[in-house]
């Protein structure tokens, strides 16, 4: 599933509460809580996507192992950062592969250069 197709809003409330397996008031109470942020039809009904879903299941999974909320929060913004880090770092090593091509180039040229140049030329009698 690309990124694109994961943050597609699919789902109602309702829905997203089962597949999350929590009551639709918790996902509401998410939201105040700025865990989980649904996007908005024109009639302000909250729909979730898939990687909403999968937050939520996260959200689940560390609070049934003891993180209350306030610490879900940190380890969500932690992990935030964490790939905004990720993707930092993979555009300085395409930007780094794209310069090393470049300098490679730029080597060939020179190395060209220098050979038409060197060609020692005929003298006349």
Known sequence: MAVDDRNRPLYMISIAAELAGVHPQTLRSYEQKGL????????????????????????????????????????????????????EVEDLHARVRRLADRVRELETRATIGTIVHVTPTRRLP
């Open 36 to 87: 989980v942020t649904p996007q908005r039809t024109g009639g302000n009904t909250r729909m979730y996507s898939q990687a909403d879903i999968d937050r939520l299941n996260l959200i689940n999974e560390l609070t049934s192992e003891g993180i209350n909320l306030a610490g879900v929060t940190r380890i969500l913004d932690l992990q935030g950062r964490l790939n905004d880090r990720e993707a």
